[in-house]
């Protein structure tokens, strides 16, 4: 029986196997990867029949990722759902280092989570989200709970080099009308971090029933979403420390992002900034800078 999984480790179990799998077991992968946050309301039979694939079959599937059966793999699922909150990461009182040494600690922790990913990151990933970024007609960003705070940056800095950058995080409720206009020109770039949102999953599939490409930043090794999306960046979240994930590969990937942006079409975005400078003057809106 494979160790009890940690945070991701399931997509990784996935993506290890994937290619090994029969097409009908990829089906239920499928399936599993998309509804993680509801497996332990299905039994495998139920898995099996949304998947359009026999119990035989499912059986297979969970062998092939190293579980006896299904109970065993459904108490694994338990436990990494209950690893990922963070009560569950809360740490037993006891005597603590200075307030100083943990902070220096933390951001040490920080700037290694920054190289290992930095280092593993194909640059021929951030070329191709650039091109989306740079063809698109409109970019629409969302980005549910802790994703949101990435997705509200990245629509803050595009939508300063570019025009046309809307966000999706409609608090009304108005996705429909907001994907109305949607077509198979434009982009949509989807922050998914875990914990996650089903939400997502139903927005993406609106704006791909209008054609719109897909970028996915996320911390997944392999999920449903990412590999219904042309492009994918990923942002490791396999050796998360803390109560809280951090999300500083993210927020720097946003900043190199728009800034590349600026300069692949510096004469439009030097215009807009400067109309933008403009209307800072006209609304004096900004303190002065000392």
């Known amino acids: 029986m494979p160790d009890v999984l940690t945070a991701s480790a399931l997509e990784a179990r996935i993506r290890h196997c994937y290619e090994q799998l029969t097409e009908a077991e990829r089906k239920l992968a499928d399936v599993v990867l998309l509804r993680q946050r509801e497996l332990l309301g299905y039994s495998a039979t139920e898995l099996a029949n949304l998947a359009g694939i026999s119990?035989?079959?499912a059986a297979r599937f969970f062998r092939s990722l190293g579980y006896e059966d299904f109970?065993?793999?459904r108490q694994a699922v338990r436990e990494l759902q209950a690893q990922q909150s963070p009560l569950a990461?809360?740490?037993?009182?006891?005597?603590?280092?200075?307030l100083a040494v943990q902070f220096q600690g933390h951001l040490r922790n920080d700037a290694l989570r920054l190289q290992q990913w930095a280092e593993a990151l194909p640059d021929n990933h951030l070329e191709a989200a650039l091109a989306l970024l740079h063809k698109a007609r409109k970019v629409w960003v969302v980005?549910?709970?802790?994703?949101?705070?990435?997705a509200f940056y990245a629509q803050a800095l595009l939508a300063q080099v570019r025009g046309e950058v809307f966000s999706l995080n409609d608090v009304a409720g108005r996705e429909a009308d907001l994907l109305a206009c949607a077509s198979d020109r434009d982009v949509v770039l989807a922050v998914d971090f875990r914990r996650r949102s089903t939400r997502l999953r139903h927005t993406l599939a609106a704006a791909r029933s209008s054609g719109a490409q897909v970028l996915v930043l996320t911390d997944a090794p392999v999920s449903?979403?990412?590999?219904?999306?042309q492009v994918v960046l990923r942002c490791g979240a396999e050796h998360q420390q803390g109560l809280f994930d951090s999300y500083?590969?993210?927020v720097s990937v946003v900043n190199f992002l728009a800034a590349s942006l600026a300069q692949m079409q510096r004469t439009p975005t030097?215009?807009?900034?400067?109309?933008?400078?403009r209307l800072h003057v006209a609304l004096d809106d900004l303190e002065p800078q000392m």
């Open 224 to 229: 449903a979403l990412a590999m219904q999306s």
């Open 55 to 57: 119990k035989s079959t």
């Open 270 to 277: 030097h215009a807009r900034l400067q109309r933008i400078e």
């Open 71 to 73: 109970g065993a793999f």
């Open 143 to 150: 980005g549910y709970r802790h994703s949101h705070v990435t």
């Open 89 to 98: 990461r809360m740490e037993p009182s006891r005597r603590r280092d200075s």
């Open 248 to 250: 500083v590969c993210a």
